[in-house]
């Protein structure tokens, strides 16, 4: 059964950091692309970061650029999110996504932003 669970999100402070993961099982996590998108209400769905399934290349939204990274560990099959230096406008539901031939998604994790 395939499976991604995220977890790591919460509320923080404006110019904090979080850390997001996502445990992967049920499919060959390195033959994958793996990325994070995030959504908040009213809005599409939107990727804000990707990594290649064999090389491991990263890209990244320009929005997020400098303030977000991603990481894999394949001993754990888990992809991670750093995120730092966090505005209000990165409140939003963030997704984990696995893909290629098929697209598997997250339930998501919950990024509020506030004071």
């Known amino acids: 059964q395939v499976r991604l669970v995220e977890s790591g999100g919460g509320l923080v402070q404006p110019g904090g950091s979080l850390r997001l993961s996502c445990a992967a099982s049920?499919?060959?996590?390195?033959?994958?692309?793996m990325s994070w998108y995030r959504q908040t209400p009213g809005k599409e769905r939107e990727l804000v970061a990707g990594?290649?399934?064999?090389?491991?290349?990263?890209s990244y939204a320009n929005s997020v650029k400098g303030r977000l990274t991603m990481s894999r560990d394949s001993a754990k099959n888990t992809v991670y999110l750093e995120m730092i230096s966090l505005t209000p406008e990165d409140t939003a539901v963030y997704y984990c996504?696995?893909?290629?031939?098929?697209?598997?998604w997250g339930q998501g994790t919950q990024v509020t932003v506030s004071s």
């Open positions: 049920g499919f060959p996590f390195m033959s994958y692309a």
């Open positions: 990594m290649t399934n064999t090389a491991g290349s990263t």
């Open positions: 996504n696995a893909r290629r031939l098929v697209n598997y």
